[in-house]
């Protein structure tokens, strides 16, 4: 199989590498990192390397150059579009600050407002608290003098009993004692009604202690 000439891709390789190295790339050193070649041939392909290196070289330095008078347009631009947006962003961040202070006013006024509400509603929880215990004080005075009321009740009925049971044994003894005797006892039924009385009295007292 015939071997192939060398081509313009394989001294463009061998002079990166010499480059690389740190090496001259002369036709002498491009051949033997080729290992290959007719000198004419690598004299006339390196010098389209060389010319092909030096137009890319140059070549940055025209772009470095554009980007750099982009760079500037640009930030001129910026610079404009920010000088011109910076009222009306100003105004609009003002008005929200206004807007979130006038917030937060009515928020605090609210606070305070629900604070005085808890406290009106914790009084009044109060206030209601010591109504129902003076209402139930009330109603055990009223049970207690509905017994005490009832219990009375029983003595005067007791009392009027033992009178009727008093007046009944007069009008029997009257009818059937003698003057004398009848007037001995009449005598004796003061002190007789009074001992009834005490008697009963006691009766009474012992009757409202046990009814409280």
């Given at each position: 199989m015939p071997q192939i000439g060398i081509q313009l891709k394989?001294?463009?390789?061998a002079v990166e590498k010499l480059e690389?190295?740190?090496?001259?790339a002369s036709p002498t050193n491009v051949r033997l990192q080729i290992g290959r070649g007719s000198y004419s041939?690598?004299?006339?392909?390196l010098a389209q390397v060389r010319k092909t290196l030096e137009e890319q070289r140059a070549a940055p330095t025209m772009s470095e150059s554009l980007q750099q008078l982009g760079a500037e347009c640009i930030t001129k631009l910026w610079a404009a579009a920010c000088s011109e947006a910076h009222g009306p962003l100003e105004a609009l961040e003002c008005k929200h600050r206004v807007e979130l202070d006038s917030l937060r006013v009515e928020l605090e006024q609210t606070q305070t407002e629900a604070g005085r509400l808890e406290f009106e509603v914790s009084r009044v929880a109060t206030d209601l608290s010591g109504e129902r215990m003076r209402l139930t004080s009330m109603s055990d005075a009223i049970t207690d003098a509905t017994n005490h009321a009832h219990a009375l009740e029983a003595v005067i009925d007791e009392l009027r009993r033992e009178r009727r049971a008093l007046v009944?044994?007069?009008r029997g003894f009257a009818a059937v004692a003698s003057?004398?005797?009848?007037?001995?006892?009449?005598?004796?039924?003061?002190?007789t009604i009074e001992a009834m009385n005490q008697s009963a009295l006691k009766k009474a007292h012992r009757r409202l202690a046990n009814s409280r």
């Open positions: 394989d001294v463009s390789s690389d190295q740190g090496r001259v041939t690598i004299q006339r392909l009944r044994g007069l003057p004398g005797k009848r007037k001995a006892e009449l005598c004796k039924s003061p002190a």
